[in-house]
């Protein structure tokens, strides 16, 4: 067509297919470009030379400052430091829109210069980048726990460690967050590897070593944690050279970890070759045979590290919630007597007739966000936002960071009525005729988006759910007091590390009556 054309303006006889095509190129290019001129960053403030923002990104309670920056620059901001954007999305439409709507361009991760390229935490599951892997790990999560009725299988195994969790709670109280992270542990690690922990006042060895593995991965996940995550560059900086003791930390979380993941793994060979390996994931994959040892360790990790954390800090959440709000505890408390009695704790098949339980669960989600800015995306290619409504269109380009500010999304105002407060009749419609409808479903925003979402999300709302209800069946929980019998009052926040859990505090946790403390003591 090209040489006819050419023939038919007297024009030299020659290939012209090339060159149509290269000024078709041109003209794409040329349409990219005026487009990209016409589009700007997301706004923020005002950097200096070379560095760019490099004295605005915060070191702590990053969310924070982040939903301050959106109270100046909008829903959806920008910082730049040595040439490298971060997004930050302080919107739950935006954040649809970027990570729902175009999940194929925003489901790479980070590349993190210490934690993830020097210590390895780049080969599990949150900070694999988007692939083949990441697409097979995740199609192994939603088949284990994916759905309600795979979720199901796991109700027994919850139920049996909460009841543990409750008399442990009853001899320990004084050890609260200390039996709480040590029960969602235990769920988890039967969950990954069919391992019973030890029983005893001792600390489990194995959960202590993913304990201080998943700890490592979180502190080297933290935004800008170390200079060399700032300025990659100076990941190459060396490691007898003052300043490069980071080296010298990578190496030795890779070791621990590396030697925790093999650790597991090998417990569930030695169970299966002696014939008594409890059903679990990776037994269940090591029978098909389907993949590799190395994809199944790190997969298992994945369950164990990112299952218990976020779970002990929402369960954290709720003890401090339920000392705050007494009224609420007491209205929980009521619907649980009526519907379940009080010669049993409520299981998994009650949660229908608990909407204010269920509402108070979701609550604790919204209210104590466990990861309040998710897990950074990354731009895969340069993105033109158009955002409708008159307003201009924003350049993301290639290799920008996309941060979704999950604690501020939980906390809009503008979709939470007085969202500061702990309130779970927020999520119910008509609550006591107060003709309200119900606030949307937290768990839209604080289990993440698009392709990254987090495929755990209903073991967890599962597991939250026997776990307090069970609690709220046989305690009453409420503010410790000093020797002058004043009320100590907590010191309200929350820690900056990725898995972000609430500020210490006391609390007493006492049997609601004499047949509450029965049932503690012969559940089982």
Known sequence: MAAGLAEALGLPKTDWLPILILVSACVVSLYYTRLNKNARLPPGPRGIPFLGNILQVPTKQHWLRFAEMGEVWG?????????????IVNSHKVAQDLLDARGSNFSDRPIIPVGGELAGFNNALPLVQHGDRMRKERKLF??????????????PLISTEVHKLL????????????????????ITIRIAYGYHLRDGPDRDPLLEMFETGGNNFFISSTPAAFLADIIPIFRFWPEWFPGGGFHTTAKAWSKQFQATIDTGLQYVKNEMA???????????????????????????????????????????????????YPAVQATAQREIDRVVGQDRLPDINDRAQLPYIDALCKEVVRWHVAVPLAVPHRAREDYIYERGGGMEPLLIPKDSL???NLWKMAHDPERYFNPMEFDPSRFLANWEGDGKEAEPDPADICFGYG????????????AIFLECSAVLSVFNISMARGADGAAIEPQLGQTSATVSHVLPFKCVVQPRNARALALIQSSS
């Not at 008399?167 to 235990?186: C, F, K, Q, S, Y």
């Not at 990790?301 to 959440?317: F, P, V």
């Not at 392709?451 to 599962?462: A, F, S, V």
Request: proline share 4%.
């Open 142 to 155: 939603h088949r284990l726990f994916g759905t309600h009725a795979s979720v199901r299988q796991f109700v």
């Open 167 to 186: 008399r442990n709670i009853l001899l320990n109280p004084d050890r609260l967050v200390d039996e709480i992270t040590r029960a969602t542990g235990a």
């Open 451 to 462: 392709r990254r979402i987090c495929p755990g999300r209903l073991l967890g709302e599962t």
């Open 402 to 404: 996309i941060i979704p």
């Open 75 to 87: 829903d959806i901001c920008s910082l730049t430091v040595l040439g490298q954007t971060m997004v």
């Open 274 to 324: 002696a014939g008594k390996a409890e059903p679990s994931f990776v037994s269940t994959i090591l029978e098909e045979k389907s993949h590799d040892d190395y994809l199944i360790k790190w997969a298992a990790a994945a369950i164990q590290i990112g299952g218990s954390d976020t779970t002990a800090s929402q369960l954290e959440a709720f003890f401090l919630a339920m000392m705050l």
